[in-house]
C-alpha cells in the first residue's frame, strides 16, 4: 500500500473495475467501529488498489491485494499476523505497525465476487508522508525506523515467516527475464527507445550477481525484512520530526537486510523521486545517504556483522540496479507489472534507475569511507 497515507493522491489508484457499490459492500464486511461514510482512493502504490474509508470515528486503510503480482497472498496475511502477535510481546522501540481489523467472521481478508482479496487496517493518525527529505534529521529518523524494524525482528523466530513473495529480490533472475524480453522485442524490431538503458545494462551485468553471490559463499544471510521501504512507505508524526511507522508490509518475508538499506537508499537519495521529469538530472545525495545509515547504525549496534557491512556499497548500487531492470522490463512487456499514468513512463523510470547507478558509481569512493566510518567498529 505504498504511500497509503499520502496527502497526494495517485488519481490512478482506483481501477476501472471497482465500483463504489463493490467498496461499500467489501468495506461493511470488516469490523470498523462504525460505519463507513466515504471511501476515496489513497496513496500513491504502483501494484495494489488502496482507499481511505472514513467513519463517524476512527479511519481505516482498505485495500485489494493484486493476485498477479501476489500469487500467496494468504501468506502475506499470516506473516502481518505473526508480525502483530509478535510485536504486542516485544520492545519494539517505539516502532508502529498498522493495527489489522478483521472482518465480521473473523478472518483477516475478504473475498469479493471476482475471487480478488481485500484486507483493512487501521489508518495510524496523526501521520503524514515526506515528499522529500529535507533535513539531516529527517534522514536520521528514516534510518533509525529502519534499523528499528530490523532490531526488532532480529528477535522474533524466523520460522513464523512464511515466503509470500518468491524471488521478489532475485536480482539475477530479473536479468535473465529482461535479456529474455529484450531478445524477443529485438526480433519484433520494437526496442525502440529502450536501446540506450539496454546497452547500459549490458555492461553492468555484473550489479546482477553482487549479493547473490555474497549470500551463497556466507557473507550475508537472510533475515526478517521488509522488502519495500521507500520513503512513501515511512510515516512521519504530523507534529514533529520523528518518524512514526513503517507501512506497505506485503513484503515482509525472510531476506537481505542489504535489500531494505539499498532500496531505503535509492528511494530517499534521489531528490528528483522515481518519476523525474529529465533522467540527466538524476543524482544521489551524500548528505541525505550519511544520515540515513548514521540512524541506521545508531539503533543496530553489534547487529550486522562484518561481512554484512562490507556489502553495504554493493547493495547501494544493486538495489537500484535491479529496480532499473524490473521497470524496463516491464515497459518491454506491456506495463503488466507497474501502474502507468501514461505510455513510457516505466522506460523513464527504468533510466532514472540507471542513472542513480552511474551516479553512484561515480561517488564510490566518498560511500565507501562514509561506510567504513559510519560502521567503524560495529560488527568486527
Ligand atoms: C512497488 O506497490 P508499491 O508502490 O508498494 C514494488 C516495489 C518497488 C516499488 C517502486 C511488490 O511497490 O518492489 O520498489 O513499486 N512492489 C512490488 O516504487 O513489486
Ligand atoms: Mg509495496
Not at 497526494?8 to 467489501?26: E, P, V, Y
Not at 482507499?51 to 502481518?80: C, D, K
Not at 557473507?219 to 518518524?243: C, E, Q, V
Request: with cysteine; aromatic share 6%.
Amino acid at each position: 500500500m505504498s504511500g497509503a497515507q499520502s496527502d497526494a493522491r495517485g488519481g490512478m489508484s482506483r481501477s476501472a473495475d471497482i465500483t463504489a457499490a463493490n467498496l461499500d459492500a467489501i468495506a461493511a464486511r470488516f469490523e470498523t467501529d462504525k460505519p463507513a461514510r466515504a471511501i476515496t482512493p489513497l496513496g500513491r502504490g504502483l501494484i495494489n488498489d488502496t482507499f481511505r474509508v472514513e467513519t463517524a470515528g476512527e479511519s481505516y486503510v482498505l485495500q485489494r491485494i493484486n493476485g498477479e503480482v501476489f500469487p500467496h497472498p494468504e501468506q502475506i496475511m499470516a506473516n502481518l499476523l505473526a508480525l502483530s502477535e509478535l510485536l504486542a510481546d516485544a520492545d519494539a522501540g517505539g516502532l508502529r505497525i498498522p493495527h489489522i481489523v478483521l472482518t465480521g467472521d473473523g478472518v483477516a481478508f475478504a473475498r469479493d465476487q471476482a475471487g480478488a482479496l481485500w484486507r483493512m487496517m487501521e489508518l495510524i493518525p496523526d501521520a503524514r508522508n515526506l515528499a522529500g527529505i529535507e533535513s539531516a534529521e529527517e534522514a536520521q529518523e528514516v534510518g533509525r525506523v529502519l534499523g528499528a524494524f530490523h532490531r526488532v525482528t532480529a528477535a522474533l523466530p524466523v520460522a513464523r515467516f512464511g515466503v509470500s513473495l518468491p524471488g521478489f529480490h532475485d536480482t539475477p533472475a530479473y536479468l535473465r527475464r529482461l535479456e529474455q524480453t529484450a531478445s524477443e522485442r529485438r526480433h519484433q524490431n520494437a526496442i525502440g527507445e529502450a536501446e540506450e538503458p539496454l546497452a547500459f545494462v549490458d555492461q553492468h551485468r555484473d550489479l546482477a550477481g553482487l549479493l547473490a553471490g555474497a549470500e551463497r559463499v556466507g557473507r550475508i544471510r537472510r533475515r526478517i525484512t521488509h522488502g519495500d521501504p521507500k520513503l512513501d512507505n515511512i510515516l512521519f508524526s504530523t507534529g514533529s520530526p520523528k518518524a512514526l511507522a513503517l507501512i506497505d508490509l506485503d513484503t515482509i518475508q525472510p531476506g537481505l537486510p542489504q535489500h531494505d538499506l539499498g532500496d531505503c537508499l535509492r528511494s530517499c537519495c534521489n531528490r528528483g523521486g522515481e518519476g523525474a521529469p529529465d533522467p540527466g538530472d538524476t543524482h544521489f545525495d551524500l548528505e541525505i545517504c550519511e544520515g540515513i545509515l548514521r540512524g541506521y547504525a545508531a539503533e543496530t549496534r553489534g547487529l550486522l556483522g562484518a561481512g554484512d557491512i562490507a556489502s553495504l556499497y554493493d547493495a547501494i548500487r544493486s538495489v537500484p540496479f535491479e529496480l532499473g531492470l524490473r521497470f524496463l522490463t516491464d515497459h518491454l512487456d506491456g506495463n503488466r507489472y507497474f501502474r502507468i499514468d501514461y505510455p513510457g513512463q516505466n522506460l523513464l523510470k527504468a533510466r532514472i534507475q540507471l542513472a542513480l547507478v552511474a551516479d553512484i558509481e561515480a561517488k564510490e569512493p566518498s560511500l565507501r569511507s562514509m561506510i567504513e566510518e559510519v560502521f567503524g567498529g560495529d560488527g568486527r
